[in-house]
């Protein structure tokens, strides 16, 4: 009997996902991948493979999709803050006893000159704004704009930044600037420059695509409000680059 390929389903929506995929895909001939998608975000650039949009229904309908279809292994590569999902992974992966792991990319790190303020909340780095700046660059997404409509933050304005236009409610006072990463250093310098921004809000998302925007405040001498990232379910291991998750997925069907 043919041996059947190892079926992987990457909850994906990252650079990383997609490396992973595209890696495992052209590679990997031992391995079927699917790709989920939380759909969120309009006309998705989709991976290789096959590949699914929309929500399970929480941690019991990913379990009982996991079984129906097979699945072996199972890779949570969403974004370091899409929580929720992570913990329905961990938990949909234990009721169905299947691995998992987190594909994670390493946060940014301080440099020297950085004037950085760590907040624990969208709520929290809310509440810093108002002894920081007045004019505000926020690129936390679209999602949680609620965080800045309060108002105790009327008197700031906002530039706010993200892929998809941003559901109300939202600050009172501000510009919405559509636009996907990759963001250049040069134009992060111009829009801090043209808008007279003097803080900057972002999450900790880690890598390289929108990093510029740190340098650019590092030499505008501005303050950032950094929100930290939400831990990983306890007990999952994690892959900090799509090589050491191609990695796993070779030792499982090598031992299997």
């Known amino acids: 009997m043919p041996v059947q390929p190892v079926h992987v389903l990457v ?15 052209a590679h990997d001939p031992g391995v079927r991948v ?24 929480g941690p019991d309908g990913l379990a009982a999709w996991m079984r ?27 009721r169905a006893h299947v691995p998992l792991l987190a594909l994670r990319r390493p946060g940014w790190v301080a440099q020297d000159g950085d004037r950085w303020h760590a907040a624990g909340s969208l709520a929290e780095a809310a509440e810093l704004l108002p002894a920081l700046g007045e004019r505000v660059f926020l690129t936390t997404g679209r999602m949680g704009l609620a965080a800045f409509a309060g108002a105790g933050l009327d008197d700031l304005w906002f530039l706010v930044r993200s892929v998809d236009a941003p559901e109300p409610p939202c600050p009172a006072r501000m510009e919405v600037l559509l636009d996907r990463g990759p963001f250049t250093l040069e134009g992060e310098r111009a829009l801090i420059r043209r808008h007279r921004l003097d803080v900057l809000v972002t999450k900790d998302s880690g890598g390289d695509a929108t990093a510029p925007k740190l340098t650019a405040a590092r030499e505008a001498g501005i303050p950032v409000v950094v929100v930290r990232r939400p831990p990983v379910p306890e007990g999952v291991p994690v892959a900090r680059t799509p090589d050491e998750a191609v990695e796993w997925v070779r030792r499982l069907y090598a031992s299997g």
């Open 11 to 25: 909850l994906g929506g990252t650079t990383e996902a997609r490396r992973l995929v595209e890696h495992l895909v």
């Open 34 to 57: 699917t790709t989920s998608l939380a759909g969120r975000v309009s006309a998705p650039r989709l991976p290789p493979g096959d590949v699914r949009v929309g929500g399970f229904g």
């Open 68 to 94: 129906e279809h097979g699945v072996d292994a199972l890779i949570d590569a969403t974004h370091p803050f899409a929580a929720t999902m992570s913990r329905n992974a961990a938990e949909a992966a234990a």
